[in-house]
């Protein structure tokens, strides 16, 4: 008796593991700084809150269309057109159950077997794993430290065959913060446009927690708009994550096949989110502006403070709330500590000895395709932010 093969392809979330591991910690009384999580650590703001509680007295409580309430879609068009200067009909729009369900219904509907899907290193761990589950190869172009984390056009185009067919673009990244310019994306374009088959998937989950000025998509470009699948949702710009509304925006066909998929394993998205995220996107914005400047400070300060540890490579994320400095220098040395002997091999065991000697939550670079740095969530106080920059230290002090 055996799982069938197409789950045995797949990895646990290494994010979630390491949430977990910090949360059985903390259950024996352990001080954890938990910084393995991608999550805001603000409430949703108070009008999108009373949204939703005015859906359950109306009774929002039936099912939804499967690509959601009209009202949500044409209130997705709008922020599509007001913010990004896009143009969308709202039978271009379909609301899924988080943007993460977004991103698997695309990759679905588009990937057959033995199709390669290029995916930038670093990268979101669950990319992979979705081209994998839909029996396509992932193609992964590494972007270091020193590129600031974002391929280049030679890269994008030496990785390009024939059986390609779709490229994954996170920007803002998670985990690394990289933010691509519109030069950046236009460059990038002028490839794709000779390889007509490549479609784009564009996750803009983090799009409001850009520290540039601007916030630039592949969309936004007409001679390619036909082949761009816009990603995006409230989880991280409204702290709603388990709300659990996410939506693409994207040519027709697509759309189509996506309702689709969704119509058999999930159907619409929870109703009274829904009604909540319609407020979200139509209401006053400046909850948005007021979390993006939170985060900017915690970023600032949590790159001073890292630039300050000896062998940590540092570089500024433009956008998310993610730092992944290169830890490398550190692999090799070793330490005794609550009567256990650590040997760092690679970052894993990194992430691991933070964990149990430094007692701070981070997750090792493995996971998300670059194995000499690590991920830190900053979406937490700047008091958390201080102390476990300490404890990190002092920790790897004792390293030899």
Not at 13 to 40: C, Y
Not at 261 to 269: I, N
Not at 341 to 365: C, K, P, R, W
Request: proline share 6%; hydrophobic share 40%; aromatic share 8%.
């Amino acid at each position: 008796m055996e799982l069938s093969a197409r789950l045995q392809r797949l990895q646990p979330s290494a994010t979630l593991a390491m949430s977990q591991k910090s949360s059985e910690l903390k259950a024996q009384g352990i001080d954890i700084i938990n910084m393995s999580v991608g999550e805001p650590d603000f409430n949703t703001p108070d009008h999108i809150k009373e949204a939703a509680k005015k859906a359950i007295d109306d009774n929002f409580s039936r099912y939804s269309p499967v690509p959601g309430y009209p009202e949500l879609k044409n209130a997705i068009v709008n922020k599509l057109k007001n913010e990004n200067g896009l143009d969308y009909a709202p039978s271009q729009i379909l609301c899924s159950n988080g943007a993460k369900q977004s991103v698997c219904n695309t990759i679905m509907a588009i990937v057959n077997a033995g199709d390669e899907v290029i995916i930038p290193a670093p990268y979101w761990v669950s990319y992979p794993q979705m081209v994998l589950l839909a029996e396509g190869t992932p193609v992964f172009v590494e972007a270091t430290i020193e590129q600031n984390f974002k391929i280049t056009p030679e890269q994008l185009e030496a990785a390009i065959t024939p059986r390609t067919r779709a490229l994954i673009l996170c920007s803002p990244s998670n985990p690394t913060g990289s933010v691509y310019s519109r030069e950046e994306l236009e460059a990038l374009k002028e490839v794709l446009l000779r390889h007509e088959n490549v479609i784009v998937v564009a996750d803009e989950i983090y799009e409001h927690i850009n520290y540039i000025g601007s916030h630039a998509s592949m969309a936004q470009f007409p001679d390619i708009r036909d082949r761009v699948v816009i990603i995006n949702g409230v989880s991280k710009a409204y702290a709603m994550t388990g709300w659990r509304i996410g939506f693409i925006a994207a040519p027709d066909w697509i759309v189509k096949g996506c309702n689709k998929l969704q119509g058999q394993y999930t159907s619409g998205p929870c109703s009274v989110s829904q009604k909540a995220a319609e407020v979200a996107f139509a209401g006053p914005q400046d909850c948005v502006e007021t979390m993006r400047q939170s985060f900017q400070r915690r970023r600032d300060l949590i790159v001073s403070l890292a630039k300050q540890i000896p062998g940590l490579g540092v570089n500024e994320p433009q956008g998310a709330f993610y730092l992944f400095p290169k830890c490398s220098s550190y692999y090799g040395k070793s330490a005794t500590a609550n009567g256990k002997q650590y040997v760092i091999n690679n970052s894993t065991d990194f992430a691991m000895y933070l964990l149990e000697v430094g007692h701070v939550a981070t997750v090792g670079g493995d996971a998300f395709g670059s194995p000499e740095c690590f991920r830190m969530s900053y979406a937490t106080s700047d008091e958390n932010i201080v102390e476990a920059m300490k404890r990190i230290k002092e920790c790897l002090a004792l390293l030899a």
